[in-house]
C-alpha cells in the first residue's frame, strides 16, 4: 500500500509540472461592494485580479460623492448651494461635470435641470414618503433654472441665491467614467463597474467572448430580468419609474420628476437602458428620455455622442429598440 501512494504521488507531481491533463483555471477575479451613492456598487476587475486597485477605485468613488452629493457638508456642492450666489471655486471635475449637466440642460429643451435640487429635496422616496405641499413645491420650482448658473474655469455661480444644484441625474454615470479611467491608467484589460443600475464594461472578458449585461424587468422583485444586451467596452445605463416609488391614494409617484412641474414624469415611457461611449452621457439621456415620452425618444437620441443603441420599456409592456444592439429576450 505505501508503495502504490507513492507512486500516485510521483504521479500527480508529475501531472501538477507539466501542466495536467486538465485545462488551467483561470485566475478568480478580485471584486469588492460597498453601499455608496445611495446605492450598491460593485467593482470587478478580471485581468488583473488586483484587489488593491478595486479598493482604490471604490475610495474614488467615495471621494467623488462628497464633491458631488447635495448633502455632504463641506463638499463642492454643498458649498456652491450654500454660498448664497457668490462664486465658489471647485474642483476641476465638479467644474467638468456642471457643465455636462447644462450642456444637456440645453440639448433637451430644459427637461433636464441640474437645479432641480430644492424641488428633489422636497420629495422623500424612502423612510417617510409624502407629496409635498403645493406652496413648498412652487416656492422650490420658482429657483429651478439651469440657465442662471454660471462656470468659468473651476468656479461656480448660481443666479438665484436660493437655488440649489442636483447631480443626481448625471453624477452617478460621471463617477462611473472617472473610474473607468482609473482602472485603464492602471493597466486593467478587462473589468466591471456597477453602480447601482450604471454599468461600465472595461476591455474585454479574459476568454474573448462579450459581456452580457442583464436589463431588470420593471416592478419586479428578486433580480428578474427582461433579458440581456451583448456589449463590448461600453456603458450601460437603465433608469426607470419603478426603482424609487411609492402609492398615496391609488398613484403612484416615483423619482423622475419633470423640472417644469416639480411632480414625477407622466409620459409612456417605463424604463429606459441606453447604450453609449460615456456613461455621464448614458445618465443623463435615460432621464431625458422617461420625461421625453416614446413619441420623442428617437429624435433625442439620434444625435448624442457616442450613442450606440437603447430599448425602451413602454407601459404597455412592449418593447422599442434603437440603433444597433444585440438584444435577448430571457426565455
Not at 413648498?136 to 439651469?146: G, H, N, P, R, S
Not at 445618465?283 to 421625453?292: E, H, K, N, P, Q
Not at 455622442?305 to 413602454?314: D, K, N, T, V
Request: hydrophobic share 40%; glycine share 14%.
Amino acid at each position: 500500500m505505501k508503495r502504490k501512494l507513492r507512486t500516485l504521488t510521483a504521479m500527480a507531481a508529475l501531472a501538477a509540472l507539466l501542466g495536467g491533463c486538465a485545462p488551467k483555471q483561470p485566475p478568480q477575479p478580485a471584486s469588492e461592494t460597498r453601499v455608496l451613492l445611495d446605492t450598491v456598487c460593485t467593482v470587478t476587475v478580471y485581468d488583473p485580479p488586483d484587489a488593491r486597485l478595486v479598493s482604490e477605485a471604490l475610495d474614488l468613488c467615495d471621494k467623488y460623492n462628497t464633491m458631488f452629493s447635495v448633502f455632504a457638508e463641506g463638499g463642492d456642492i454643498w458649498r456652491v448651494n450654500h454660498a448664497g450666489g457668490a462664486i465658489t471655486e471647485v474642483d476641476p471635475r465638479t467644474a467638468d461635470v456642471i457643465r455636462l449637466g447644462l450642456e444637456f440642460g440645453d440639448y433637451s429643451g430644459g427637461m433636464f435641470d441640474i437645479t432641480i435640487g430644492r424641488v428633489s429635496a422636497l420629495w422623500d422616496f424612502g423612510g417617510s414618503p409624502a407629496v409635498p405641499p403645493d406652496q413648498d413645491l412652487a416656492e422650490a420650482l420658482a429657483t429651478v433654472d439651469y440657465r442662471r448658473v454660471t462656470v468659468t474655469g473651476d468656479t461656480v455661480r448660481l443666479g438665484d441665491p436660493e437655488a440649489w444644484i442636483d447631480l443626481g441625474g448625471i453624477a452617478k454615470g460621471y463617477i462611473a467614467d472617472q473610474l473607468a479611467a482609473f482602472l485603464r491608467e492602471r493597466g486593467v484589460k478587462a473589468a466591471v463597474i456597477d453602480l447601482g443600475g450604471n454599468i461600465v464594461t472595461v476591455g474585454t472578458k479574459p476568454d474573448g467572448s462579450p459581456w452580457r449585461v442583464g436589463v431588470k424587468q420593471p416592478f419586479a422583485g428578486g433580480g428578474e430580468i427582461i433579458g440581456a444586451l451583448t456589449a463590448g467596452e461600453a456603458s450601460v445605463v437603465t433608469s426607470g419609474v419603478y426603482e424609487r416609488r411609492f402609492t398615496r391614494d391609488g398613484v403612484m409617484y416615483h423619482h423622475v420628476l419633470d423640472p417644469s412641474t416639480g411632480m414625477p414624469g407622466k409620459t409612456d415611457v417605463v424604463s429606459a437602458t441606453v447604450v453609449t461611449e460615456s456613461s455621464a452621457v448614458g445618465d443623463a439621456m435615460s432621464t431625458i428620455v422617461i420625461l421625453g415620452g416614446g413619441d420623442r425618444a428617437e429624435g433625442l437620441l439620434r444625435d448624442v455622442p457616442g450613442f450606440m443603441g437603447a430599448l425602451l420599456m413602454m407601459d404597455g409592456g412592449q418593447l422599442v429598440r434603437y440603433g444597433d444592439i444585440d438584444f435577448k429576450a430571457a426565455g
